[in-house]
């Protein structure tokens, strides 16, 4: 059991940092006079930074031999760009450097997707508990620094971002098993690896997978971005970490309870399930429930996301041939947790000035697409699977 408290100290590193960066980042952002525009083009530069440069990063991790090696390296990046982000002054300098440190963070979600799904197959235990770990430790994130802004100023955030990045360099570096890239540790060709990604963009079901959970995902980009903000004007401010924390906590228990239930499912009616799920909680959040009603609102992010993550995990695998599965988990996150986020947060500041607590609306409907399309995926793998006639 080791190695499982390994791999989950340092998801807890990575995850207790975005933790506290992701909800409250937007008010160090309005502390410093920023529109709401302004915050959503900058809160969602990542994303688009993640469909450019998140596949290049995946092949990039793939070129080393160790996988450690370049997660490493993406979080000390990070750390970097965060302090330079407490320093800096005006909208360019902020949108670049939160797009820098943001961008490397990210990058390293979907790689050690790959790294501890493998070990939990050598090793023998369910990858969802070092990764519930990391979600754990989110939670603590989220309650940890909305008590911190309770007596701090906003620069709190930034300086959290940065001591968490750092940890995560340092855990990527001495607590990850020596997870070789590639079988026997040789490594393979940029032509290969290109070649690979070249396969997985040719493949039709492949792509229909990403675009569905890409849409249900995507939903998300209103809440992310301007939830913190919503209950404030709401008079919930107090409240904030208490309820992004629920949210998570539904998680964990989901991640660490569920497993034999999810494996009944299988990935294809999870990912299904996890999209309904959104879809009711944002028709929900759009009426600006009161308190009492938010926390078990709030708890459908065990469906709305982590349902749809542990459906696409196993789905993504299951589509990609395993010398394509680094290529085929960024591809997820450039789309999923890139573009289409992207557009979703883009568009979530105008909604926000526009519609307030009703853009939710929007997202409602966004997640029901991914539902309909994830349907017709159903169908399609069913069909094609061996012995389904």
């Given at each position: 059991?080791?190695?499982?408290?390994?791999?989950?100290?340092?998801?807890?590193?990575?995850?207790?940092?975005?933790?506290?960066?992701?909800?409250?980042?937007?008010?160090?952002?309005?502390?410093?006079?920023?529109?709401?525009?302004?915050?959503?083009?900058?809160?969602?530069?990542?994303?688009?930074?993640?469909?450019?440069?998140?596949?290049?990063?995946?092949?990039?991790?793939?070129?080393?031999?160790?996988?450690?090696?370049?997660?490493?390296?993406?979080?000390?990046?990070?750390?970097?760009?965060?302090?330079?982000?407490?320093?800096?002054?005006?909208?360019?300098?902020?949108?670049?450097?939160?797009?820098?440190?943001?961008?490397?963070?990210?990058?390293?979600?979907?790689?050690?997707?790959?790294?501890?799904?493998?070990?939990?197959?050598?090793?023998?235990?369910?990858?969802?508990?070092?990764?519930?770990?990391?979600?754990?430790?989110?939670?603590?994130?989220?309650?940890?620094?909305?008590?911190?802004?309770?007596?701090?100023?906003?620069?709190?955030?930034?300086?959290?971002?940065?001591?968490?990045?750092?940890?995560?360099?340092?855990a990527a570096m001495f607590?990850?098993?020596?997870?070789?890239?590639?079988?026997?540790?040789?490594?393979?060709?940029?032509?290969?690896?290109?070649?690979?990604?070249?396969?997985?963009?040719?493949?039709?079901?492949?792509?229909?997978?990403?675009?569905?959970?890409?849409?249900?995902?995507?939903?998300?980009?209103f809440y992310y971005s301007?939830?913190?903000?919503l209950w404030r004007r709401?008079?919930?401010?107090?409240?904030?970490?208490?309820?992004?924390?629920?949210?998570?906590?539904?998680?964990?228990?989901?991640?660490?309870?569920?497993?034999?239930?999810?494996?009944?499912?299988?990935?294809?009616?999870?990912?299904?399930?996890?999209?309904?799920?959104?879809?009711?909680?944002?028709?929900?959040?759009?009426?600006?429930?009161?308190?009492?009603?938010?926390?078990?609102?709030?708890?459908?992010?065990?469906?709305?996301?982590?349902?749809?993550?542990?459906?696409?995990?196993?789905?993504?695998?299951?589509?990609?041939?395993?010398?394509?599965?680094?290529?085929?988990?960024?591809?997820?996150?450039?789309?999923?947790?890139?573009?289409?986020?992207?557009?979703?947060?883009?568009?979530?500041?105008?909604?926000?000035?526009?519609?307030?607590?009703?853009?939710?609306?929007?997202?409602?409907?966004?997640?029901?697409?991914?539902?309909?399309?994830?349907?017709?995926?159903?169908?399609?793998?069913?069909?094609?699977?061996?012995?389904?006639?």
């Amino acid at each position: 059991m080791v190695w499982v408290l390994r791999l989950g100290l340092f998801f807890a590193a990575l995850f207790v940092g975005s933790g506290a960066s992701l909800p409250f980042i937007p008010v160090w952002f309005r502390a410093q006079g920023l529109t709401a525009t302004q915050m959503a083009i900058i809160l969602a530069s990542p994303y688009f930074g993640r469909t450019l440069v998140g596949p290049l990063l995946g092949l990039w991790a793939d070129l080393f031999r160790l996988r450690r090696t370049p997660m490493a390296l993406m979080a000390a990046g990070s750390a970097v760009a965060y302090a330079l982000l407490g320093l800096a002054h005006g909208f360019w300098a902020w949108l670049a450097l939160w797009l820098v440190g943001t961008t490397l963070l990210q990058g390293l979600s979907p790689l050690g997707d790959v790294l501890g799904l493998r070990e939990s197959r050598a090793r023998g235990f369910a990858y969802a508990v070092p990764r519930g770990m990391g979600s754990a430790a989110y939670v603590i994130g989220n309650v940890g620094m909305g008590l911190v802004l309770a007596r701090t100023a906003p620069v709190s955030v930034v300086i959290w971002a940065v001591a968490a990045a750092g940890l995560t360099a340092l855990a990527a570096m001495f607590l990850l098993p020596p997870t070789p890239v590639h079988d026997g540790g040789h490594r393979l060709s940029a032509r290969d690896l290109v070649g690979g990604l070249g396969e997985l963009l040719r493949d039709p079901v492949f792509l229909l997978a990403i675009v569905a959970v890409g849409l249900i995902q995507s939903a998300h980009g209103f809440y992310y971005s301007f939830s913190t903000l919503l209950w404030r004007r709401q008079g919930l401010g107090a409240w904030t970490g208490l309820l992004w924390g629920c949210a998570v906590g539904a998680e964990v228990v989901f991640m660490w309870f569920c497993e034999p239930w999810r494996r009944r499912v299988g990935p294809e009616r999870l990912v299904i399930i996890g999209g309904v799920g959104g879809l009711v909680r944002w028709i929900a959040l759009s009426f600006s429930p009161p308190l009492w009603l938010l926390f078990p609102i709030q708890a459908l992010h065990a469906l709305s996301y982590t349902a749809t993550f542990f459906g696409t995990l196993r789905l993504l695998e299951r589509l990609s041939p395993p010398q394509s599965a680094s290529a085929a988990q960024t591809l997820n996150s450039a789309v999923s947790g890139g573009i289409l986020i992207g557009l979703t947060t883009i568009a979530s500041g105008p909604l926000f000035d526009a519609l307030g607590a009703h853009g939710y609306l929007v997202m409602a409907a966004i997640a029901g697409l991914g539902v309909a399309l994830a349907v017709v995926l159903a169908r399609i793998t069913r069909l094609h699977r061996p012995g389904s006639g």
